[in-house]
């Protein structure tokens, strides 16, 4: 450190000063990964983020978790390798005993590649599930020499980056949500050198990292937990992951005054928070689903002064009711009542729960469900309810005596008020902003026109919302999304009847969901480029029914399987034309 900084004086005409710049350290980040292996724009700036985030964990109270996904020969040790090296001290694990993992993580602290360590991650699931977190402690046990049973005491915080095979790392909840997944894909353009410890690009980057903490420690360490603070009302675990980065990014964009990077972070925390929460999901079908069936069943019912507190539905109920406001596709509709009905009768052991009894009948079970509770999970869980009208709340009002409009949540909409509190310094909370008008919240959002991922997401939502396609007279804001959700599938259907095949207009390895190939946070009916041919409809509607959870660890079966599909048809399309 001491001879980088002296070299970087002289750099600088000697004056003595060091110039610590979170840009400057990004951009060597960047540069440095991009030596060593062929990675997609995402995985980029993610990546130089989490290199130069790193440098910071150890006074960091969680520090996420990084897997990383894709084909064999994809670079996937190369990339846990360029994000490792950064550091002063990395190991890669392999088979070592859980024994020697421990004395590791406690005595020296390293970034760990937890490479070829299947049978040590399924013996000591601890490692992830415990080691995001600072103040974890790994309690053993061991006979000294004596004979004696002695307790040691071990901690297993640090940097953590696994290369491939999720289905050995049975991580938790908890765990799985503070957890940052990279994919990968095969590159033919160039080989790539290996990593060398001993390189000099490799001890600047060590050195201007470590020169960029001891100098920029404080305004790092406050930018932090003023961004934690400021993200209150968001998925909490979400932000644990994402934080260093948008420290980073933040940072970065007051020195440059280039908001970009900040967005495109912030955009993939909440497409992580609207992909993978399996009891949200579930949740916001209940919610959605119960709601219409109240509004359905109880419109035209008076209620004087008592208003309703329970009903008795079934999960078909439920569904078919959700089908009206939630975008749920034809393939889904069997494996998502399963989902339902067995998370429902799971809730119906708890206590506490919403689901107050369950009724067993002769093919179907029925389930009292207590509404008041049920606004207290949903506001806890904060479930997206914004696909009903003003007048479908106030009618709700009227009927359960619960005002569900408070607790309305979106994560399209906490996407907008994140930015503008951080990029547009909007004095409103980003939990007070959720009811905002949207041309108050939009001159918080100018200095983001700037940016062409943000003007390309803009431009479909304008798309999407013009009068003449999607809103139709006398309709709100609201009710035009609910009947756009409605079309959406029709329209996709007319368009491959008419249209020739299309070429998909990305590539497989650069999509990190299911959202993000048919549309953004808006839904599945938000195409994005070319609208899908017949063949491609077919094979998405095909895959989505075999995997309806799209979690990271379906992703790549998801993705073999769309490519089959694809070489199944146009093997049929060759036969045919001959």
């Not at 995001?132 to 049973?149: C, L, Q, T, V, Y």
């Not at 999901?281 to 008592?306: A, E, F, H, P």
């Amino acid at each position: 450190v001491q001879k980088y900084l002296i070299n970087n004086n002289k750099n600088n005409g000697g004056n003595g000063e060091f110039r610590a710049s979170f840009s400057e350290a990004y951009e060597a980040a960047r540069k440095y990964l991009l030596k060593y292996v062929d990675v997609n724009a995402r995985e980029e700036r993610l990546g130089a983020l989490y290199i130069v985030s790193q440098a910071y964990y150890d006074i960091l109270p969680v520090f996420p978790l990084i897997i990383i996904l894709g084909p064999p020969g994809s670079g996937k040790k190369q990339l846990a390798n360029a994000l490792a090296s950064a550091m002063p001290i990395y190991i890669r694990t392999g088979q070592l005993t859980p024994a020697s993992l421990y004395r590791i993580t406690t005595s020296i602290a390293p970034v760990l590649i937890l490479d070829e360590s299947e049978r040590t991650l399924e013996e000591n699931p601890e490692l992830l599930n415990l080691g995001f977190e600072a103040d974890a402690i790994i309690m053993r046990i061991r006979k000294s020499e004596r004979g004696k049973n002695v307790v040691e005491a071990f901690t297993i915080y640090g940097p953590k980056i696994i290369p491939g095979k999720p289905e050995y790392l049975n991580l938790r909840e908890d765990a799985e949500t503070r957890t940052i997944w990279f994919y990968m894909r095969r590159s033919k353009e160039r080989a790539f050198p290996p990593v060398n410890p001993d390189s000099d690009d490799r001890l600047e980057m060590v050195a201007r990292l470590l020169a960029l903490k001891v100098r920029r420690w404080h305004d790092f360490v406050s930018t932090y937990e003023w961004i934690k603070q400021e993200s209150a009302g968001i998925d909490q675990r979400a932000v644990d992951a994402y934080l260093p980065l948008l420290t980073t990014a933040y940072l970065i964009m007051k020195e440059t005054d280039e908001p970009c990077l900040l967005y495109v972070v912030l955009r993939d925390m909440f497409k992580s928070i609207s992909g993978r929460k399996r009891e949200k999901d579930r949740l916001t079908i209940v919610v959605n689903g119960v709601l219409k069936y109240v509004l359905d069943k109880y419109s035209s019912t008076i209620v004087d002064g008592k208003p309703i507190r329970e009903v008795l539905v079934q999960v078909s109920d439920i569904i078919n009711a959700a089908v009206d406001v939630l975008n749920i596709r034809d393939g889904e509709f069997d494996s998502l009542t399963k989902a339902v009905g067995r998370y429902l009768t799971n809730m119906a052991r708890s206590e506490s729960s919403f689901v107050i009894e369950r009724k067993k009948g002769h093919n179907v079970s029925s389930y009292r469900i207590d509404l008041a509770k049920l606004y207290e999970h949903a506001a806890s869980y904060e479930v997206d309810i914004s696909n009903f009208s003003i007048k479908d709340f106030e009618e709700l009002r009227r009927i359960t005596g619960l005002d569900w409009e408070e607790i309305s949540f979106s994560d399209e909409r906490a996407l907008r008020c994140a930015l503008a509190r951080l990029v547009g310094n909007s004095p409103i909370p980003i939990k007070d902003c959720m009811k905002m008008r949207d041309a108050d919240l939009s001159k918080y959002l100018e200095p983001l026109r700037k940016c062409p991922e943000y003007l390309r997401d803009m431009g479909e939502e304008e798309q999407e919302q013009q009068p003449s396609e999607a809103q139709g007279a006398g309709e709100t804001e609201q009710e035009a999304r609910i009947s756009q959700n409605n079309r959406g599938r029709e329209e996709k259907l007319a368009y491959s009847e008419t249209n020739p095949p299309n070429p998909p207009s990305k590539g497989l390895g650069e999509s990190t969901s299911r959202e993000e190939r048919v549309g953004g946070l808006g839904g599945f009916s938000n195409i994005i480029g070319n609208p899908p041919s017949r063949v491609e409809a077919d094979c998405e509607s095909e895959c989505a029914s075999r995997y309806p959870q799209l979690t990271p660890n379906t992703q790549i079966l998801y993705i073999k399987c769309i490519e089959e599909c694809r070489s199944k048809e146009s093997k049929q399309s060759v036969t045919e034309q001959s």
